[in-house]
């Protein structure tokens, strides 16, 4: 099951069929993977961190000055999508915005498309997952002076993002943690690293070159609140096998615990993500 | 002007409207910049340097593990866009295949589109460029021991080259070079980088994570038959300045020089580039 809507400028988007095309070959999404996106999660009818999807979406678009839809528009558009969505439980909507035909007459290519969540994302939230370390290549020293390398923007172009996945997959593993050229922690390919120590929660800041994660925002303000203590600091490598649990975070995923860190297993964190999941909830 | 053609089992391809979409929203070329392309450049219906463009996109299909239409389909393509290509002087084809619909039956999304060459390549190989050199960030020592990043693979997740384009743009310089985390030199965002120094021809080598040029080959065949030295080596960033002549190189650009890089002057090197020109020239 699919809902697509185009935002093509009329009030709340047009529905229209996600099997038929409705890009051109020379959109630079296609040819240049020149735009941004966000993957809301909506439970019931009501999409989750909405806002901060939003936010986070006018700042990949601002890195690269690209035009994108108001935010009125995006939020028109994912209520067109899920009052024409007959399932209830969980579903999800990616937003997408492309810099438009290089040939057109301008505009960007904007399109909200509602699909199911996979059945692996919600299987690895309860089973757990093991991952693998890989290298990043980049020092986090570069972030600040190397804009052009978009690094904390959510771009279209994932391509290495994707292949880092099937390397993890190739060797047996569900997921990859990054790790930058200063052997701090960085992020998953499409998740948030989040780690737990001594009733603390950490997760590496923007500053190391990571995306801002909407999901682990949620969960951190939901555990402050509840009386722990959360920290946005670098993390060194050496410290994830250290930590009582180690999780990857995504708004599809929500909260999925690592079992197994480059073949070795880790520290049984079953009730430490049940307890994280229950906080991460309780926010909605 | 532009003639498409999708490579859609049929032989030779088959004529589409460039106007048109033909891309699903779903499209992990469009949702993941995950696929692979190359632009060739043709002249009075002759398209040059087809077989390393093939060898080249088979080996990027390779690296991003994805499954392209054969070398003898993208050429009965290219085909198919030439004769129905009603102009004569140069033109240029990209080819270009993604990992096809998400939700889909399979199989990848592949088609050759031609185009004018733009008014601004042609005018550069004249009057030359202004340059500035810009971190890319990595160390080329992580190119071999991580195949997940890519390096040397021409993907279409192109958002950082583009970006770094954008930035030269905004502090009014033409390219850029990308300097690697060790101070050596590696490419273009959408080229080679040749420098000449003592009728020494020299670029980068693919292990230090650039694309091996097609364009740049030719070159250095022609130059070697005329009795230049070339080496395929790695180059410091403070032999730029020093060289007689500093060049991009590209399928579209052929051999354009560079004029100034950082805001620096650089020696003339306008008669140097006539003879690279004159030299890449003769190989058809």
Redesign the interface.
């Known amino acids: 099951m699919?809902v697509?809507v185009m935002l093509d400028g009329t009030p709340g988007g047009t529905l229209a069929d996600?099997?038929?095309?409705?890009?051109?070959?020379?959109?630079?999404?296609?040819?240049?993977?020149?735009?941004v996106?966000e993957s809301v999660l909506v439970v019931d009818g009501a999409p989750r961190e909405l806002d901060a999807h939003l936010d986070r979406l006018a700042r990949s678009a601002a890195?690269?000055?690209l035009p994108v839809p108001d935010r009125s528009a995006w939020a028109a558009a994912v209520r067109t999508v899920l009052a024409a969505w007959p399932l209830a439980g969980e579903m999800a909507v990616?937003l997408?915005c492309?810099r438009g035909p290089e040939?057109g007459d301008g505009g960007p290519t904007a399109?909200a498309?509602g699909?199911e969540v996979p059945a692996k994302s919600r299987r690895n939230r309860t089973a757990g997952v093991t991952a693998v370390t890989?290298?990043?290549?980049?020092?986090p020293a570069?972030v600040e002076?190397?804009?052009?390398?978009?690094l904390g923007?959510k771009?279209?172009?994932?391509?290495?993002?994707?292949?880092?996945n099937?390397?993890a997959e190739s060797v047996g593993a569900d997921e990859v943690i990054f790790i930058a050229?200063d052997n701090t922690v960085l992020e998953g390919p499409t998740s948030t690293v989040v780690l737990v120590t001594d009733r603390t929660l950490r997760t590496p800041p923007p500053t190391s070159g990571v995306l801002l994660g909407t999901t682990q925002a949620a969960l951190f303000r939901a555990a402050e609140r509840a009386g722990w203590t959360t920290k946005v600091e670098p993390v060194d490598r050496a410290e994830l096998t250290a930590a009582d649990g180690l999780f990857v975070v995504s708004s599809i995923r929500k909260i999925s615990r690592i079992r197994a860190l480059d073949g070795v297993a880790l520290p049984d964190a079953t009730d430490l993500c049940t307890e994280l999941n229950a906080l991460y909830e309780s926010e909605y």
């Not at 890989?134 to 020092?139: A, C, I, K, S």
């Not at 002076?145 to 978009?150: E, F, M, V």
């Not at 771009?155 to 880092?164: C, G, H």
């Open positions: 699919r697509l996600p099997d038929a095309t409705h890009v051109r070959v020379d959109d630079l999404g296609v040819t240049r993977g020149d735009g996106f890195m690269l000055e990616k997408v492309t040939y399109f498309l699909f890989l290298e990043r290549g980049f020092d570069i002076r190397a804009p052009w390398l978009l923007a771009t279209l172009s994932y391509a290495v993002n994707m292949a880092a099937r390397y050229a």
